[in-house]
């Protein structure tokens, strides 16, 4: 499982984190005790494109991970520049069809971004030759290409995700599921990504 809360601040985080533990106890029969969990706090950039309605209910989604290495501490610069302006917001907004991301930086040589779609055929869009083209085009255009210092690598696909959204603020659990490998395998057809 993946998955990953988002907060105000470190502090609030600090707070929480003794309950925490009251509610990972009653998901003890779903862990693996034999591999070790992954945690870990993170400033982080979120971009709320505006396509999930908060609810009371989780909400059926598909989230993709992956991470790109940077130029040495350029990625969070670009990252924040491209969230104040409201032009390549919008850019990103018509037509990818990404309803949340969600990027932190595990190292000054890297950005890990968390795309969230809001279904299966949202995310099989993002991922079309004619989208691709598309946003490497926009990336050309905006400058990311410049802070790239190569191909994305750890790319996950999680496309039985599910995601609470309540005031911006979003939960996503992802369980690691390939129930639709076919169409995965079709997506990623003639591209230079690595498969999930």
Aim: some cysteine; glycine content about 6%; proline content about 7%.
């Amino acid at each position: 499982m993946c998955g990953f809360n988002v907060w105000p601040d470190v502090e609030t985080v600090q707070k929480l984190m003794p309950k925490a533990s009251q509610v990972y106890a009653q998901l003890a029969d779903h862990y693996d005790l034999s591999v070790e969990p992954q945690r870990a706090i993170a400033e982080a950039d979120i971009i709320d494109f505006g396509l999930l309605q908060p609810s009371d209910k989780y909400q059926p989604a598909v989230l993709a991970l992956g991470e790109f290495p940077t130029k040495p501490g350029a990625a969070k610069p670009y990252i924040r520049k491209f969230m104040a302006d409201k032009e390549m917001h919008k850019q990103m907004q018509d037509g990818f069809g990404i309803a949340y991301e969600m990027v932190t930086y595990p190292t000054e040589s890297s950005m890990l971004f968390r795309l969230v779609f809001k279904d299966f055929d949202a995310y099989a869009h993002f991922r079309s030759a004619a989208v691709q083209e598309k946003m490497a085009a926009f990336w050309a255009d905006t400058g990311f290409m410049e802070i790239i210092a190569g191909a994305p690598f750890g790319r996950t696909v999680f496309p039985d995700a599910h995601v609470l959204v309540k005031c911006g603020i979003s939960l996503v659990l992802g369980p690691v599921s390939h129930s639709r490998p076919q169409d995965l395998a079709s997506i990623d057809e003639g591209t230079n990504r690595q498969k999930t």
